[in-house]
T-cell receptor
């Protein structure tokens, strides 16, 4: 059974720092890996989706990588800002229909000014 | 602006009452989902629907029911049989392209926080 783990559970950094969030999964048979952002009391916002055949995806200051063989994905945030403070969740898609996403518990990021 | 609307934002009910959470989308997405989020846990799938008049159980469907009479709407009923209903409920949708539906990202609503006492 697929399990998705995100470590650390919480991270605090000063503004301007580059940082990496980690996501690991136990079964490499995934169709894609998705990263989401969740602000307190709100829904999730899709940040990046990496297809199983891809190694990375970029959007602005965000870069997500995928290494299926090692069961790992990372989300790199460049030049962090206080507005980046949120919980970041990753999810592994385990079926072709796209209906089976296994979520990690998230990493809560706090960026101080 | 297209999006997903969940209402109400906060809901309070007495134990033993059924309650229905609303989810409406105007993204013209085929698939809709209901997730439950509890503190310190990942999102867990309750039900999903890929087409009107059809839906499937997720990992934690017991004590919940859904309907999909219209493409835009996917209401969730939390029944009195649900043993621990207090949680944050999230509705989501995605486009289902035939060839690569798994590569359509999920779009989420802003959630309904249900408290049952």
């Amino acid at each position: 059974k697929q399990e998705v783990t995100q470590i650390p559970a919480a991270l605090s950094v000063p503004e301007g720092e580059n940082l990496v969030l980690n996501c690991s999964f136990t079964d490499s048979a995934i169709y894609n890996l998705q990263w989401f952002r969740q602000d307190p009391g709100k829904g999730l916002t899709s940040l990046l989706l990496i297809q199983s055949s891809q190694r990375e995806q970029t959007s602005g200051r965000l870069n997500a990588s995928l290494d299926k063989s090692s069961g790992r994905s990372t989300l790199y945030i460049a030049a962090s800002q206080p507005g980046d403070s949120a919980t970041y969740l990753c999810a592994a898609c385990t079926n072709q229909a796209g209906t089976a996403l296994i979520f990690g518990k998230g990493t809560t990021l706090s960026v101080s000014s | 602006d297209g999006g997903i609307t969940q209402s109400p934002k906060y809901l309070f009910r007495k134990e033993g009452q059924n309650v229905t959470l609303s989810c409406e989308q105007n993204l013209n997405h085929d698939a809709m989902y209901w997730y439950r989020q509890d503190p310190g846990q990942g999102l867990r799938l309750i039900y999903y629907s890929q087409i009107v008049n059809d839906f499937q159980k997720g990992d934690i469907a017991e004590g919940y029911s859904v309907s999909r009479e219209k493409k835009e709407s996917f209401p969730l009923t939390v029944t009195s049989a649900q043993k621990n209903p207090t949680a944050f409920y999230l509705c989501a949708s995605s486009l289902q392209r035939q060839a690569s539906s798994y590569n359509s990202p999920l779009h989420f609503g802003n959630g309904t926080r249900l408290t049952v006492t």
